[in-house]
């Protein structure tokens, strides 16, 4: 039986929490930057540990942890004390001459106060640390709550946050769904959540009654479209291996293919194909199901699909091991597709472009994710006008999520907010805006106090700007594009130009 925090340390932790962020010791930029150097020696110093238990925990091989989780924390931490200074300064908006010169208009960005952490199981230590980081950054006192579903992971953190990190400012408590019950009776001032959408409305309800706001990071029936005009052999290839990465336990996993019905099967082959050659013989390095529970979760998948299993690997309750699984002829009332398969299925649907629009858009929530495997422009353009999702990448997949500096979250029903670089640290913030009104303003302003005047009202009058006439109709609109396209092509190409003459020269001399 595991042991977790008892309610009456979540309790005095919460009290000190509060007392230490009264005290404006978290709001010191000094501090933060000590804290995320902390939280660097933290990772440095136990990246062994932390490797060997996500091993235990999902039997990650040591690379895969190391890109995925190691690697994004060091990364985010870098990131944070390089930029910290800047992400945190006081912005000045475009207020025009009164408010923003002469009264000094400016936004400043705070801490939000005490915040609570829930991570998840599948990414244990990065669902953790990485709000975590951010909610450094920003200064807030946080409570820190890591999944009890990954055991060796929960434990490990358990004995480094303390070890590491502020005492009095940041506290790991641990917990089941009882205790996860008592923690969100208490009142924090953000709550950061990574799971399934189930358990976010639980959250979000838990949230509600004390007004708390919340950042919803969930997951959802991501879609990847491939269309006729896609490299199949690249696509497959792509998609094939998302699917082993973490046993396809990630909420932004390919959940199902719409596959164009002219290269439906020429697709399905190549998938096989690949999966025969990324995973046969590397059984090994597959990571296994988290528990015997969702082990049978996705053999129940299967066993009561309509589908065709195109493709089955081994399935041992026992080591937790479930190999990659393709099955076609899917339909949306399928039970494959009753809700996020989160495991290494991958459903196969026969359909044109926009009958999968149709299908995306009339399921429940948009995406955390969507994907779109083609070569047409005006394919591209369609999907991405036609879908809502968190994010989407074309010709791949989840690497809108790996772009550096911006926000990652999901829409709807896969979360709300989003994080990653300063978009993390926006997420613990509050944007305060500031004005300084001087005394003198009196002499400009006097006659919009009482006792007002009629013949004052022209001064408050709003005129019309613009070039825009009474009567005009759709048709009459021009849209300005955005000044940076052309120059930014300009550059890009002149880059490149430059980067393949230096290589030539280089091959050259070589």
């Known amino acids: 039986m595991a042991t977790f ?9 919460l009290k000190t929490l509060r007392g230490t962020f009264r005290s404006g010791r978290t709001k010191d930029l000094a501090w933060r930057k000590w804290q995320l150097k902390q939280c660097w020696w933290m990772i440095e110093d136990n990246e062994k540990a932390i490797l060997e238990a996500l091993t235990k925990d999902l039997g990650r091989h040591p690379f895969e942890s190391t890109m995925t989780d190691i690697a994004a924390i060091k990364n985010d931490v870098l990131s944070h ?3 910290l200074g800047k992400w945190t300064a006081d912005e000045i908006p475009d207020a025009g001459f009164f408010f923003g010169t002469l009264g000094k208009a400016r936004m400043r960005r705070e801490p939000l106060g005490v915040v609570l952490i829930l991570g998840t199981w599948n990414f244990p230590i990065a669902t953790s640390l990485q709000p975590l980081i951010a909610a450094i950054a920003a200064g807030n006192c946080i409570m820190l709550k890591p ?5 060796a992971s929960m434990r490990l953190l358990e004995e480094l946050v303390p070890r590491y990190l502020d005492p009095p400012a940041i506290h790991c408590v641990t917990g089941g769904p009882q205790e996860t019950s008592f923690i969100l009776e208490q009142r924090f001032d953000h709550i950061f959540f990574t799971g399934s959408d ?9 949230a509600a009654r004390n007004l708390t706001s919340t950042t919803l990071e969930c997951g959802g029936q991501n879609p990847t479209i491939v269309t006729k005009t896609a490299n199949l052999d690249l696509a497959a290839k792509r998609i094939a291996h998302a699917k082993l990465l973490n046993a396809g336990q990630i909420c932004l996993s390919a959940n199902h293919i719409f596959a164009d019905p002219a290269i439906h099967d020429e697709l399905v082959e190549k998938l096989r194909s690949w999966n025969d050659k990324l995973y046969k013989g590397n059984e090994s390095q597959m990571p296994h199901i988290v528990s015997e529970k969702h082990v049978d979760r996705l053999q ?74 083609s070569q047409d422009r005006k394919e591209i353009d369609e999907a991405l006008l036609s879908t809502r999702s968190g994010g989407v990448t074309v010709n791949s997949i989840m690497l809108h999520a790996a772009v550096p500096n911006a926000p990652f979250g999901g829409v709807g029903l896969s979360g709300q907010g989003s994080y990653h670089g300063p978009w993390g640290l926006r997420a613990f913030s509050h944007t305060r805006t500031v ?16 006792p007002f005047d009629e013949k004052n009202i022209p001064k408050v009058a709003v005129k019309k700007r613009g070039n825009f006439k009474r009567g005009e109709g759709i048709e009459d609109q021009r849209i300005e594009r955005s000044r940076w396209l ?15 003459a230096v290589a030539k020269e280089r091959f050259v001399k070589t």
């Open 300 to 373: 129940n998948l299967l066993d009561t699909t309509k589908g065709h299993v195109a493709y089955r690997s081994p399935i041992d309750k026992q080591s937790k091991s479930f190999g990659p699984t393709i099955v076609t002829d899917v339909t949306m009332e399928d039970s494959l597709l009753s809700d996020e398969i989160f495991g290494p299925i991958l459903a196969i649907i026969k359909a044109t472009p926009r009958e999968a629009y149709d299908f995306i858009e009339d399921t429940p929530g948009p995406p955390l994710g969507a994907y779109i495997f």
């Open 147 to 151: 999944s009890e579903v990954a055991q």
């Open 198 to 206: 189930k358990i976010g409305r639980i959250i979000a309800l838990a």
């Open 486 to 500: 052309v120059p930014g092509f300009v550059a890009l190409v002149g880059a490149s130009i430059a980067i393949v």
């Open 5 to 13: 925090t008892p309610q009456s340390e979540i309790e005095s932790a």
């Open 435 to 450: 004005v300084e009104w001087p005394a003198w303003m009196e002499y400009l302003t006097g006659w919009t106090y009482h």
């Open 81 to 83: 004390l390089e930029n």
